[in-house]
């Protein structure tokens, strides 16, 4: 197929419309298998926007590119998780066995491999992506596999389907994850409520968005509902890309009705016609499962036109698939992201509530805190206040990985102490649990009675868990080149900062810190919390700044001067030249003193 | 008139208005980069960044609220920002003596006055592709600060939309609306306001390079702080007549 062929199959399916430019993006990846050059003019034209503006949406998605993937592409999750299970040497195995080398295409064009930032299957590490759908719990029996499949050419809808079965791994469940739930249940009740006395529903609850922040359920619908508008939005994050958390992949896969309710349930107190799911790209397998709870509801009424024979009460919900960019969890970037532009959060006052989605009223919230909101309508605002701690109501869902035995989803009450959870899922002598992801905390083994919830240890759902025999300097070091992959580059702090601080750990793994770089990191970190644009920036030097306090040493053994140690190796630096002169005697050296 | 206190001065403003252009308007000078008399204001290099009620945020993107205490120059804040320049050094590829825009750019201007002498980050020395195409601007990437003000100026201002940041993070990049993605195949001309918004030496224009020398320039002749100011205040003459 042709550029001009693929753009005008992306336009016969989503319209030419500049918000859809996303999803065009991704119709012209899967007819061309990149989205090149010349597919970006015709897409301009389509959409009346400028080759420079496309240009700048296609080139922030890390799951679209420029330059042809082959016919196979394989992403390995690059989480510490997946490290800790083995990934780097699994990676170099299957390359090797395929005699290539990552992030290149191979030279026959059939294969490409490279790393790709947390998949989402942290509780099956180490995963990966092929070509999009996610494979769990890679060895090498697996991948032997695989590379047979890569090398015979199996048309890739052939290929062994076992190969992509995702468990659930729920180990312990509770109203939202172990209930079963009747389609409707909680929405027929909002019916008879009404807004006003949903939202008292809510407020009795005391929902917390789920999402991390802890923003008030009740309070977010409330003035988004207040907030004047041509059309007000709902929209669903789904992107979940925190890593070590993916507790969402299992309430849409398994629960995704509670989430479409909860969703209408909003829609009933907005007055919303319309609602978007944004699904992060590396959760595409579970579109089709998506769509189908949502023919089902359509069928029953519970969605489309007139639900539940209600007059006038119409909404539907679209799935849209995002592209590889962890900062679209961030709810102004995910609408940027909705309008097909590069997520990029947005300068707030105003906030989503007044001026979303193009401009309008729009309320945002986390799977979870939506299949939360299904769930009270259906047993009442007062049980679920019950569950859980005063200033943090209902169950949490944790994805809980690393060095335990029985990594899974953990449907906990809020308030459960982090010792609690480790014996629960058979840790293995922690030394320390990384809880929210690398932008949360880092909680050493010395804090193990602190709690999860919105008042001392607030999680968005990672529990990642790291036994004595890790290296903590590792872990963090890990984090900070998961985030200067992830930082959107919008602002200074941030888009710098993240590479700074990246390079500076890498110096230190290398054992070439000095107490200089400590000094120089605290100043990167300061600069990053106090000046950055959005909260990726404000945590991105989380991870680095509490493993140093809790675990000081794991840094003091790699600094090998107490002042300053060069990042430039003037030897090393001699190399070519050495190489032009046939040289290597003494005198074409320079040695470096040993401190 | 409402009025907030900056830095324990009194000072007024109009409903709508940012702390950075009721500063600049009342004669006080809040270091930036990204922001300009005229131009919708962006936020990214957060060179502005202040102390409001307690809280950090950039002056250009703040509204100025009746009452509110605006600080932008506490130890701490002057600390942080003067390594926020540093770091704006170490992102591309600067090289002051060597560089035309010299003693205009305003990069250059915001380091001195920060008190900028060395950088403390190790220089990041990216590979970046200057752009030579254009028969009468040159575009060097190398020293692009994303500032967005040549983004803003061709949208905004000259109705072409000439350029836009393309990529992610420290790989972001200034792309130009052509299909072979060089300047030279695009309607830019060298009167456009999005060449001369430029305050570093990413937009230059051709053969000047030289009329006026080292010594005489912009900021040979007056701090950042008068340019920034006047600058401000000729806007605002301009917008009222």
Redesign the interface.
């Known amino acids: 197929m042709d550029p001009t062929e693929a753009v005008e199959r992306a336009v016969a399916r989503y319209g030419a419309e500049a918000p859809r430019l996303l999803a065009m993006l991704h119709s012209v990846q899967a007819s061309l298998g990149c989205v090149p ?1 010349e597919a970006l ?1 015709r897409l301009a034209a389509a959409v009346r926007l ?4 496309v ?2 949406t ?5 799951l679209l590119h420029s330059a042809p993937h082959g016919k196979y592409e394989v992403l390995f999750s690059d989480n510490v998780i997946d490290h800790m299970a083995g990934k780097a040497e699994l990676m170099r195995y299957f390359c090797d066995e395929l005699l290539i080398q990552p992030g290149k295409q191979s030279e026959d064009g059939l294969v490409f491999v490279d790393s790709t930032s947390d998949i989402g299957l942290a509780d099956q590490a180490p995963g990966a992506l092929v070509n999009g759908l996610l494979v769990p719990s890679l060895d090498r029996n697996r991948l032997d596999l695989i590379a047979n499949l890569i090398r015979e050419q199996r048309p890739f809808a052939q290929w062994p389907q076992t190969l992509f079965e995702v468990p659930d791994n729920v180990r312990k469940s509770g109203p939202l994850l172990g209930e079963p739930f009747r389609p409707g249940a909680g929405l027929r009740r909002a019916l008879e409520l009404g807004p006003d006395a949903i939202l008292a529903e809510l407020d009795a609850a005391y929902l917390r968005g789920r999402g991390g922040a802890g923003y008030k359920t009740a309070a977010k619908w409330g003035s988004c509902r207040k907030a004047q508008g041509r059309a007000h939005y709902v929209v669903c994050n789904a992107d979940e890309g925190e890593p070590g958390t993916f507790k969402d992949r299992v309430l849409l896969a398994s629960h995704a009705d509670l989430v479409f309710e909860g969703m209408t349930i909003a829609a009933r107190v907005l007055g919303a016609q319309s609602g978007t799911l944004y699904l992060r790209g590396e959760y595409r397998c579970l579109a089709d499962r998506l769509r189908a709870a949502r023919t089902r509801r359509r069928a029953t009424g519970l969605l489309g036109r007139n639900i539940l024979s209600t007059p006038g009460f119409d909404f539907d919900v679209e799935i849209v698939l995002g592209a590889g ?1 962890y900062i679209c969890g961030e709810e102004s970037a995910l609408i940027e992201s909705l309008e097909g532009k ?1 997520g990029r959060p947005r ?1 707030r ?1 105003p906030y989503p509530d007044t001026q979303g989605y193009l401009g309008q009223p729009t309320v945002v919230n986390n799977v979870e805190t939506y299949a939360c909101a299904a769930k009270i309508l259906e047993r009442g605002g007062a049980w679920f206040a019950g569950l859980g701690t005063s200033g943090s109501t209902g169950t949490k869902l944790l994805s809980v990985s690393g060095d335990c035995k029985r990594p899974g989803v953990y449907e906990v009450p809020f308030g459960v102490t982090l010792r609690q959870v480790l014996a629960e899922c058979g840790a293995q002598q922690p030394q320390a649990v990384q809880v929210g992801g690398p932008s949360g905390t880092c909680v050493p083994w010395r804090e193990f009675e602190r709690r999860v919830s919105f008042e001392d240890v607030p999680s968005a759902g990672a529990f990642m868990v790291f036994s004595r025999s890790r290296d903590m300097f590792e872990v963090a070091r890990n984090f900070t080149h998961f985030f ?10 941030c ?6 601080l990246r ?2 750990m890498d110096k230190l793994s290398r054992g070439k810190g000095s107490a200089y770089d400590m000094e ?1 990191m605290q ?2 970190m ?2 990053m919390r ?4 959005c909260g990726l920036g404000h945590t991105a030097a989380n991870p680095v700044v509490q493993t140093m306090q809790a675990f000081p040493e794991a840094y003091e053994r790699r600094l090998r001067n107490l002042g300053y140690e060069p ?1 430039f190796d003037l030897d090393a630096a001699l190399e070519t030249a050495r190489l032009i002169t046939r040289r290597d005697d003494e005198w074409a050296h320079i040695v470096s003193e040993e401190p | 008139m409402n009025t907030f206190l900056l830095d324990g001065r009194e000072v007024p403003f109009r409903e709508g208005e940012t702390v950075m252009q009721a500063a600049l308007d009342a004669g006080a000078y809040i270091p930036h980069l990204c922001h300009r008399p005229g131009y919708a ?1 962006h ?5 502005c ?1 202040a102390s409001v009620d307690g809280r ?1 945020a ?1 002056s250009c ?1 703040t ?1 100025a609220r009746a009452g509110m205490r605006v600080e932008t120059s506490t130890p701490e804040l002057a600390d ?1 920002r003067r ?2 320049v540093e ?2 050094f ?2 591309g590829n600067h090289t002051c003596p060597a560089c035309e825009k010299s003693g205009d750019c305003e990069l250059q201007a915001v380091g001195y006055h920060v008190g900028m002498d060395h950088s ?3 220089l ?1 020395f990216p590979a970046r592709d200057l752009d030579a195409s254009h028969p009468e601007v040159l575009l060097d990437r190398n020293r692009c ?2 500032c967005d003000l040549c983004v803003r100026a061709s949208r905004d201002v000259d109705g072409k ?12 990049r200034l ?5 072979s ?1 060089r300047l030279g195949d695009t309607n830019l001309a060298v009167t456009d306001a999005a060449v001369r918004v430029c305050p570093v030496g990413a937009l230059l224009p051709k053969r000047r390079a030289y009329q006026v020398p080292i010594g005489r320039r912009t900021f040979d002749l007056k701090p950042a702080s008068e340019v920034a100011i006047t600058e401000a205040r000729r806007v605002k003459e301009q917008q009222r007549g």
């Open positions: 050059a003019d400028t080759r420079a503006e240009e700048s296609a080139s922030f998605y890390h960019a590069p300068n006052p200067a992959h992830e930082s959107c580059g919008f602002c200074t702090p888009r710098v900062g993240t590479s700074l390079d500076t120089r100043m990167l300061r600069v106090s000046m950055s644009h990042s | 204001p936020g990214s290099c957060k060179v960044t950090n950039a993107t509204r942080m390594a926020l770091m704006l170490a992102e403390r980050f190790d990041l600060i994303l939309r000439v350029f836009a940041i393309a990529g992610r993070g420290i790989r972001s792309v130009v609306n052509s299909a993605g």
